[in-house]
Nanobody, 123 residues
Framework: QVQLVESGGGLVQFGGSLTLSCTAS????????IGWFRQAPGKMRDKVSC????????YYRDAVKGRFTISRDDAKNTAYLQMNNLKPEDTAVYYC????????????????WGQGTRVTVSS
């Protein structure tokens, strides 16, 4: 089964930027819709963004619209989450996962998960 590895997290100041990567192994990323999720300390996991396998559908939660951009480069077997104008409330562990459904208004929960990468935004 596909294995996913996230990278790119770190500590950034308010208003800064980070780009998270989600790289697949043991399978071809192009076969999957990819979703990003995050879990802040003490909170439930939230959906953040998804991109369909053909990249023709993308979803963003309202809190990140206009600041985050999801993309994929299937030649590199990698999906990305570009995060700009970061806010302290974006602080969380970010996970990528394969999802069975991704559309502009909704996506399903993750199936195969990465281990997560921590993002901390200081105020």
């Amino acid at each position: 089964q596909v294995q996913l590895v996230e990278s790119g997290g770190g500590l950034v100041q308010f208003g800064g930027s980070l780009t998270l990567s989600c790289t697949a192994s043991k399978d071809v990323l192009a076969n999957y819709h990819i979703g990003w999720f995050r879990q802040a300390p003490g909170k439930m996991r939230d959906k953040v963004s998804c991109i369909s396998s053909s990249a023709d559908a993308q979803y963003y939660r309202d809190a990140v619209k206009g600041r985050f951009t999801i993309s994929r480069d299937d030649a590199k077997n990698t999906a990305y989450l570009q995060m700009n104008n970061l806010k302290p409330e974006d602080t969380a562990v970010y996970y990528c996962a394969t999802v069975d459904y991704c559309a502009s208004h909704y996506y399903s929960d993750g199936v195969h998960w990465g281990q997560g990468t921590r993002v901390t935004v200081s105020s």
